[in-house]
């Protein structure tokens, strides 16, 4: 019986007590000495030439310290946001990446491009004397729909990119699917939209930049995902600071879901700011503020068919996609409708030719980006809604389609005809148990008893893969990337048999903090109270690329792992010299040195506290001190997968479709804490039904206005929304990383909106429906009804 | 101008602008940052507190109009580090919280719903936390949490 917490374990997490006391640490409740506050001017307006910007007036308003425009910045030659993630087209040419300056230079691209940033003794002031700023705009035509967007006749957004086009991307055999196409019995063809979200963590996004001038020493705070590669980013790219001079620091930070993983034009401005005045400059976002700043997500058009033969064997999928870029390339904006999407586009389904063409186009939007899921979700979506409308069209049950195609449990490890190699998985083993789950017997009657309600029950499944443990450093790169992504960890081990964690990933809800304790714990046998986590800090943790792609555990656990192994391995020689045995004869078990076949043994303290008092070592061949640093690199993505099955109702007077069961089976690997897994689980299936049924990002394209720019207008999952969720795990562990994990943050968001979709769909068949796109809210789906109707009426 | 209130059951007095909210008043007056700011339309209740008892949004509250009267934040919630109110231990017990902004808004408004109807149902749970975002949790283990801490305060612990 193991007398630690370790792998397998729900311990109460050690973040929690800070939180619920109200004691957590965000940027916003950070103050520094003297902090100055600032504010943005942002452009009303989605497109236009900044012919003056008149800042006297505003500069008199008392307190105010400084105002910078883009002129001002660009004087000082500060760069502009690099893309750390770039594409190459379908000719090997590479993606457009126009300049994007942290602060609009002669001409805006989207309401929210930031104009002027006015520092001021208090917030007040400084938003007081932001109106007071007068510029003058040449108001030019915008374009915000992204197919509108690549017409001839379409405003053109940049002068050198013709036709608004970033990219016109390829992957995948096209002469083998035409071939595929040629040979088939029925194609079915869909057209869909995967509508723009945006992201929303709870906390806004905030930055404090601080310069010191007598040290020559700059500060960052800010509510970062990803630290170190801010101060890669702003440092090397944008601000010119030397990495060692420029110090990142993300405290608590309030959820992330990828809104957080770019580095942004005001972390830049900010750092800038201070530098001019020699001190502390804060900015807090309002929601409105980041409505119109935040990263957006999805915005896909998508047409997609897929050929089957007469038993609806799959023979080939064709798919062309329209991503919308944005105004400006964000930080990986142009991989996410890309190397992040097309690769899954296979699903967990043998489909012997895939081909995928993607357009990516710039808009006079907000930047779209990584959204929880990123790239995958969108796959999933087309996957499994043309699977499920090739089902209805072939007259096969949506069930039995599936499992016909799926890959069977021994055809792993499995290579797609797009690139990726699946590992491990068993598609079929979580269908059949999510069916037994989701009592998929009794559907008809649960139906029954809702028509007898004059109410319309559907229920839908979905399966999925994705891609995650980003990432390979060798394929990321071979894809665009302009980093590594591997992750790095060090494992201090105090003189008293403590242990300090410093990691490279960032945790902002996820528990990393219990989980890689929970890990050190189990292979050093520390108590977990004795093991505490640092992350997020510049100045403390060594290196690190963050938290995003359901990376932490899978990447930065396994560097973890690693740097447990070398522990180990130093432990063993300090207790061979101490044994006075050879290396190979120290066995490590259970937290205790001992030699095999003897009562010698050490406890881990009291080989820690011998770290530290090396009295007797022999230094030439061992060092003093007990801690030791790994980087990871992993050598595949991992695959984790999964089968959702759920069933809505629709009030066909009022279109309201109530999300009635939900039933999850997800392979995420290796558990390494059942309590956080269950959680993230829970918390991504109910992101992925609010892009199912609530929530979407609007702009008025007559006038280029984001609609939905407050919580009041984009419709947010409420706790009211949502039914008890039903969810097992059903893990195959992972074939090659250390720890058998796979990841898990994203698995929900990825698998439940096809789901939630196919269920609707599946309430509304009757009435002769076909498709549904997101979000199935009440206005669509009363508006579908009712022209249904009507138009049954008429025949 | 002065305002005057009981703050977590102790007398403050604070200079401020009349035009201050309450919320501004907490963290940025008196750096008691539990209560957070997630939205600026009074929807997302991550700024919640209890005025005279009952929760209220503070992001929509003038403080001028707290004077004389009795608010409690999250930071008044403990007796001590090492004794929370059952409605804290229950959130951590049940992992009702992730990145942990919007649970001081939860506890607050939690807390309300349990002194107005000590034996609330899921459905009267979810029904009340209406005016509380997360993003982190989809709501399951708070629902969870509040029924558990529910339990708990009617067990007087």
Request: charged fraction near 20%.
């Amino acid at each position: 019986m193991k007398d630690f917490i370790g792998v397998g374990s729900s311990p109460k997490r050690k973040e929690d007590l800070r939180f619920v006391t109200g004691k957590g640490q965000y940027v916003a409740d950070i103050k520094r000495p003297n902090m100055l506050m600032g504010a943005f001017l942002r452009s009303p307006h989605a497109h236009a030439e900044i012919t003056s910007v008149d800042i006297a007036e505003a500069l008199r308003m008392p307190g105010v310290r400084a105002i910078y425009t883009g002129e001002d910045m660009r004087a000082d030659e500060v760069g502009g946001l690099p893309v750390g993630w770039a594409i190459t087209d379908r000719n090997g040419e590479p993606c457009k990446e126009p300049l994007h300056p942290a602060i609009a230079v002669d001409k805006v691209r989207y309401v929210g491009d930031a104009v002027a940033f006015v520092v001021a003794e208090s917030l007040e002031q400084a938003e007081a004397a932001a109106e007071l700023i007068e510029v003058d705009y040449k108001v030019l035509p915008h374009v915000t729909g992204l197919v509108e967007a690549l017409q001839a006749d379409a405003p053109q957004i940049f002068d050198d990119v013709p036709g608004n086009l970033c990219a016109d991307w390829e992957m995948g055999d096209n002469t083998a699917v035409d071939a595929a196409f040629e040979n088939a019995a029925h194609v079915t063809s869909i057209e869909l939209v995967n509508q723009r979200l945006v992201g929303n963590p709870m906390e806004p996004r905030a930055a404090i930049g601080e310069y010191e001038p007598e040290r020559g020493q700059y500060t960052l705070w800010t509510t970062s995902q990803f630290p170190h590669v801010v101060r890669l980013l702003m440092g090397e790219f944008v601000l010119g600071i030397p990495q060692h001079r420029l110090r990142v620091v993300a405290p608590d930070v309030g959820g992330g879901f990828g809104v957080k993983q770019f580095h942004y034009a005001e972390e830049a401005v900010v750092t800038w700011a201070a530098s001019k005045l020699g001190g502390a400059v804060k900015w807090v976002a309002q929601r409105s503020e980041g409505f119109i700043s935040d990263a957006h997500g999805r915005d896909h058009v998508t047409q997609a068919e897929l050929a089957t033969d007469a038993e609806g064997a799959f023979l080939g999928m064709r798919v062309k996609t329209y991503a919308n870029m944005g105004a400006y390339l964000s930080t990986f904006g142009p991989n996410i409708p890309t190397n992040l999407y097309a690769p899954l586009l296979s699903g967990v389904y043998r489909i012997p030719a895939i081909y995928c063409e993607v357009k990516c186009a710039f808009t006079n939007t907000v930047p779209v980006d990584a959204y929880r899921g990123a790239g995958r979700p969108e796959a999933t979506f087309v996957v499994e809604r043309l699977v499920d409308t090739a089902a209805l069209e072939l007259g096969i049950d949506k069930i039995e389609i599936r499992k016909r195609n799926m890959i069977p449990a021994d055809a792993y490890p499995y290579q797609t005809p797009m690139v990726v190699e699946y590992d491990s998985g068993d598609p079929m083993a979580c269908l059949g148990r999510a069916e037994e789950l989701a009592d998929v017997a009794g559907f008809a009657a649960r139906k029954a008893e809702s028509e007898a309600k004059g109410l319309y029950r559907g229920m839908g499944v979905s399966t999925y893969v994705e891609a995650c443990g980003l990432a390979p450093s060798r394929l990321a790169i071979q894809m665009g990337a302009r980093s590594g992504l591997y992750e790095s960890a060090t494992v201090r081990v105090h003189p008293s048999g403590a242990v300090t964690i410093l990691i490279g990933t960032h945790n902002h809800g996820q528990g990393h903090e219990t989980t890689f304790a929970q890990i050190v714990s189990e292979r050093l046998g520390v108590p977990f109270e004795n093991i505490d986590i640092v992350c997020g800090d510049t100045d403390k943790v060594q290196h690190g690329l963050g938290t995003y792609g359901s990376r932490s555990l899978v990447v930065g656990g396994s560097a973890l792992n690693k740097a447990a192994d070398k522990v180990i391995l130093k432990g063993r020689k300090i207790a061979a010299h101490q044994f006075e045995a050879d290396l190979e004869d120290v066995l490590f078990e259970n937290g205790e040195f001992s030699i095999a076949g003897t009562d010698k043994k050490k406890s881990f303290n009291e080989i820690a506290g011998a770290a530290y008092l090396p009295y007797d070592f022999p230094l030439e061949t061992l060092e003093p001190g007990l801690e030791e640093q790994a980087y990871y690199d992993p050598v595949n993505f991992t695959y984790p997968g999964g089968a959702h099955i759920c069933e809505v109702e629709i009030n066909p007077d009022t279109g309201i479709v109530t999300l009635d069961r939900y039933t999850a089976v997800d392979d995420v690997g290796t558990i390494i804490n059942p309590m956080i897994v269950e959680g993230q689980l829970q918390g991504g299936i109910v992101q992925g039904v609010g892009q199912a049924l609530f929530e979407h990002c609007v702009y008025d394209d007559a006038s280029g206005q984001l609609l939905s720019g407050s919580f009041m207008d984009y419709c947010m999952p409420r706790a009211d929304n949502i039914p008890h969720l039903v969810i097992e795990p059903l893990s195959t562990s992972c074939a090659h990383t250390p720890l058998g994990v796979k990841g898990c943050g994203e698995c929900g968001t990825i698998g439940s909106p096809a789901a939630v979709i196919n269920g609707v769909v599946d309430a509304l068949r009757h009435i002769g429906v076909r498709h549904v796109d997101m979000p199935a809210s009440p206005n669509r789906i009363w508006n579908i009804i009712r022209k249904t109707r009507t138009r049954v009426a008429a025949e | 101008m002065k305002i005057s209130f009981t703050l977590n059951e102790k007398a403050v007095s604070v200079d401020a602008d009349p035009a201050t909210l309450l919320a501004d008043l907490l963290r940025e007056n008196l750096n008691m940052t539990g209560t957070h700011v997630g939205c600026d339309t009074s929807q997302c209740g991550a700024c919640v507190v209890h005025l005279n008892g009952e929760s209220v949004k503070s992001c929509t509250l003038l403080a001028a109009s707290v004077d004389g009267q009795e608010v409690k934040t999250v930071e008044g919630l403990a007796k001590s580090k090492d004794e929370l109110h059952p409605m804290q231990t229950a959130f951590r017990d049940n992992h009702g919280l992730q990145c942990g902004f919007c649970t001081p808004g939860m506890l607050m408004a939690s807390i309300d719903l349990v002194n107005k109807n000590p034996e609330p149902t899921e459905g009267e749970v979810r029904d009340w936390l209406e005016g509380n975002i997360c993003r982190c949790t989809g709501y399951q283990n708070i629902v969870k949490s509040v029924l558990a801490g529910a339990a708990a305060m009617r067990d007087g612990n």
